[in-house]
């Protein structure tokens, strides 16, 4: 006996969740969120391990691509006495620090009232007016230098582009407009005249070798900590505070740290002040009326 075929109709709801479709919906875009940011981090420490192993000279052909902008700024000519005396103290400073002879550094002054410095790619090192004009003695002015030559050293600069242009382009892939103004204004916009953000552990290991390099100099560390009087300061006399303070960690932390590291290395934290050249004053006023048109 053949049984008689009867159509059943599936149950109501089979192909449908019973979970609300905006709670769904949530969870996919949280998941999909997780996996970018995961991704990002993943390719931005990859990006800081990979960046040292590209060749200085590399680096500096990167720099040579933003060299232009210089032409725009008001900038001293490299035959200017500031310029002269701040690259001879790099020199002794780069020195100090044991930077190979491939690894030259390169000092450029800006008349301009920012109250910063900082290095950048291919060990270009930049000083504003408005931070020598605070600097009371060549002690406190070689802390300064010699922090930024470390981070050359440290080939801080081309990590922290590595880590910018990976961080742009993975963006890209879930916002191509976001991803792309990040790498803009990295490789564009930014260019060579603009600092690069480090990391705490940058700062903090280019504060070691720069107080190790003014101990070789000067046979001890006087001036470090006095940077950090110089710069509150200039705080108090400005509506905003100096963009040296803004890119590096807080300052009682550092003024702890660099203390810390003397005292472990046995270097002195007394000794005799070098004054800066008795014409240092007189070079800034002058370059500051030269692009001022007195």
Not at 158 to 173: C, D, N, P
Not at 246 to 264: C, G
């Amino acid at each position: 006996m053949i049984p008689e075929y009867k159509q059943v109709q599936p149950p109501e709801g089979i192909n449908t969740s019973k979970e609300h479709p905006l709670k769904e919906f949530g969870l996919l875009l949280a998941g999909v969120l997780l996996i970018v940011v995961v991704a990002i981090v993943s390719l931005s420490y990859a990006a800081h391990l990979l960046a040292p192993f590209i060749p200085f000279s590399a680096e500096q052909k990167m720099a040579d691509m933003f060299s232009s902008q210089l032409k725009d700024e008001p900038i001293a000519s490299q035959d200017a006495e500031v310029t002269r005396y701040l690259q001879s103290l790099a020199d002794r400073l780069a020195k100090a620090e044991e930077l190979p002879a491939t690894m030259p550094i390169t000092v450029h002054y800006i008349d301009a009232e920012t109250v910063n410095a900082f290095a950048t790619l291919g060990g270009h090192v930049f000083f504003f007016r408005g931070l020598l004009e605070n600097i009371p003695n060549e002690n406190v002015l070689a802390m300064v230098m010699a922090h930024e030559i470390a981070h050359v050293k440290y080939r801080h600069p081309i990590k922290s582009l590595g880590r910018a242009v990976i961080t742009g382009t993975a963006i890209a892939v879930v916002s191509s407009a976001a991803g792309g103004n990040i790498i803009a204004d990295v490789l564009g916009e930014t260019g060579l005249l603009t600092a690069l953000k480090f990391s705490r552990e940058q700062e903090q290991k280019s504060d070691k070798t720069a107080l190790q390099a003014l101990a070789h100099v000067y046979g001890h560390v006087e001036g470090a900590n006095t940077l950090f009087d110089v710069l509150e300061q200039a705080h108090q006399g400005a509506r905003q505070a100096p963009e040296f303070f803004s890119s590096h960690p807080h300052t009682d932390n550092r003024i702890e740290n660099i203390a810390a590291m003397a005292k472990m290395h046995n270097w002195p934290t007394r000794g005799d002040i070098t004054p800066l050249p008795a014409q240092f004053s007189d070079w800034l006023a002058e370059t500051d009326n030269q692009v001022s048109g007195f």
